[in-house]
């Protein structure tokens, strides 16, 4: 099969597309032939090895200490179930899913657990909309839903509103029933539409500044802001970081015995659980996916450099299956 590998760190020139072995499934696993992967901030820290905040110390050595220990990369994917292996019984061979994996979704197939994060994909999407879903959604719901606990009528501020976290942060919001403020640089008009209530450019004003006061701050920017945030938080305001530190670690232990403002970081684990939220998120229109790019699997590097552009949306890379090449050549014929 057809894969986009990296065999070491670097820039996106460091990807190539090769032939590499069709994965099997085992006991428990299916085999997804994959028509769309998202590019996302995740797979492009997998590619360069810049790993952030405490992951800086163990990033190596759990993905590869001098080149990546998995050579395809990928993580967001949708696609059908082309094969299932023994006692799999929540999918069957057709099925149309989407979901995350570790690695390997930059490929014409990848291998995934019935068990791990993976659902039917929503019909409303085309499979390129549904693997821009998982990994900001996924993000937002883990922090705001199960982290925070936002409540109806609480006050939500999303730092970074305008990245692939961002956009699903605020619909997700939104959804839990909070007023929210958005906080980026550009693409203000789709923010708002996106559910935001108000909007701050970061460029013209510190939002720090205003006389306002968040029950929740989500903040998907680099680096720990509790102390330079906390002062616009509620009594009882959470503050939530996307980049974890060691020192946001230790405020985090400490404001939870202390109460009061609490700082809070962690990282977001795909479930299958979480992948039928996701998928019931969109089907009653809470949350809907914003595809700026489409690339073919050939132009892997170019879609990693199109992530560096600040898009108003997400990159995906769109396999064309080998089952439509297929039916292409039946056609012809
Ligand atoms: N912990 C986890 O489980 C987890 C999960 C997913 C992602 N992440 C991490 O979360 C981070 C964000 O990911 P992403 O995909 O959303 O990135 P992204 O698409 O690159 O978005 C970055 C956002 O940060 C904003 N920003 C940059 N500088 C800013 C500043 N000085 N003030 C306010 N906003 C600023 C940008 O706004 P403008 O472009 O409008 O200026 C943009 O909205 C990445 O570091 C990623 O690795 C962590």
């Known amino acids: 099969m057809r894969a986009a590998t990296n065999t070491e760190y670097g820039t996106p ?14 006991p428990g696993e299916v085999l997804v032939e994959v028509h769309a992967a998202a590019v996302t901030q995740g797979d492009r820290r997998l590619r360069a090895a810049d790993f952030p905040g405490v ?23 949708s696609g059908r179930v082309v094969a299932v292996g023994s006692d799999v019984t929540r ?17 014409e197939y990848v291998v995934v657990s019935e068990d ?13 909309e549904a ?13 705001l839903r199960d ?10 501020l999303v730092v970074g509103a305008t990245g692939g976290v961002g956009r699903m942060a605020v619909q997700i919001a939104r959804h839990l029933g909070a007023h929210v403020t958005a906080v980026g640089s550009r693409d203000a008009e789709l923010v708002r539409a996106l559910g935001a209530d108000d909007f701050i450019d970061y460029t013209a004003e510190d939002f720090t500044a205003r006389d306002e006061r968040w029950d929740v701050i989500f903040d998907t ?61 969109v089907e009653i229109g809470a949350v809907r996916p914003v595809v700026a790019e489409r ?39």
């Open 55 to 77: 992951s800086a110390v163990f990033g190596r050595l759990l993905f590869g200490l001098f080149r990546p220990r998995h050579s395809v990369g990928g993580t967001m994917f």
């Open 147 to 156: 982290m925070a606990k936002v409540q109806p009528g609480e006050r939500v």
């Open 221 to 281: 920017t680099e680096g720990d802001h509790f102390r330079s945030f906390r002062g616009s938080l509620t009594e009882t305001g959470r503050y939530l970081s996307l980049y974890m530190t060691p020192r946001l670690l230790v405020q985090m232990a400490f404001t939870a015995l202390r109460g009061g403002r609490r700082a809070m970081t962690g990282v977001a684990m795909g479930s299958t659980e979480g992948m039928e939220d996701l998928r019931e998120l």
């Open 91 to 107: 999918f069957s061979v057709g099925d149309e899913v989407f979901g995350g994996v570790d690695r390997g979704a930059y490929a």
């Open 295 to 333: 690339f073919p699997l050939d132009r892997i590097a170019d879609a990693h450099r199109a992530l560096e552009g600040r898009l108003p949306g997400d990159v995906v890379i769109e396999m064309r299956p080998r089952s439509e090449e297929r039916s292409a050549i039946r056609a012809v014929a």
């Open 116 to 128: 791990g994060a993976i659902a039917d994909k929503p019909e409303v999407l085309d499979h390129a």
């Open 131 to 143: 693997a821009a879903i998982p990994y900001g959604a996924g993000t937002a719901l883990t922090f």
């Open 13 to 26: 020139d460091v990807l190539r597309v090769t032939e590499t072995d069709r994965p099997q499934p085992g």
